[in-house]
């Protein structure tokens, strides 16, 4: 079985950064997880033209960048700006989360990280709905937003996100330096996976059940 996923992503120690428990305490934060986010997807910039980006004020942006400069998320780019204006930019190609326990170690800061998570990631998904009327029709026949409802083990979950991530390994990332051997129609490309558990919904069939012969309450989730 250890062949069978062998090609599949694993963080690169030269390109990416593991969480430990300092880094996600930094990270545990929707404004820090956004503001690295634009950096590694857009490039470096200032606090001024993030915040204009973000809605924010530039005095909120320089805090949570200085914080993100403290942990090592982001540094500053010496080769841009001046006296009066400095540069950002992202420290590492992307953030990995090896260790799951670390997000029961500290169960707040955990879950804030979490919840930052998929808060860009329904920022990612608006943004791409409000180009797709602009979309060449290549690409919308390609647009997927779809979900799927599986009955797994916990064994079989982590076969499938192996599954996943050896296909994913076959394809070209999007760094700077994959350019150079893209196709000339390649477009960046956003794909965003969840597998979420719902341990808590009854074994026998649908979310919304009648209450059972022990007189208990219907279960109803979203």
Avoid: C
Avoid at 174 to 197: F, M
């Amino acid at each position: 079985m250890a062949e069978k996923h062998e090609a599949r992503l694993r963080p690169d120690p030269r390109l990416d950064v593991v969480l430990d428990a300092k880094g996600l305490r930094a990270l545990a934060h929707p404004v820090r997880v956004q503001l690295v986010w634009l950096l590694r997807k857009y490039g470096p910039s200032t606090a001024t033209r993030l915040a204009e980006r973000m809605g924010l004020t530039s005095g909120a942006t320089s805090y949570h960048l200085r914080q993100l400069g403290t942990a090592g998320f982001v540094e500053e780019d010496t080769g841009r700006g001046n006296a009066r204006e400095r540069w950002w930019r992202a420290a590492h190609r992307g953030t990995w989360l090896t260790d799951m326990d670390l997000l029961s170690q500290d169960p707040e800061a955990g879950l804030a990280y979490l919840q930052s998570i998929a808060a860009v990631n329904v920022l990612q998904t608006q943004q791409a709905l409000n180009e797709f009327q602009t979309l060449p029709h290549a690409w919308r026949d390609v647009f997927d937003l779809s979900d799927w409802s599986l009955r797994l083990s916990p064994g079989e979950a982590q076969n499938l996100l192996d599954d996943l991530s050896a296909v994913l390994a076959r394809y070209r990332p999007d760094r700077p330096e994959a350019a150079a051997t893209a196709p000339e129609d390649a477009e960046r490309v956003t794909l965003v996976l969840h597998l979420l558990p719902e341990p808590g919904l009854p074994a026998g069939g649908s979310a919304l059940e009648a209450p059972g012969d022990d007189g208990g309450p219907a279960r109803e989730t979203p």
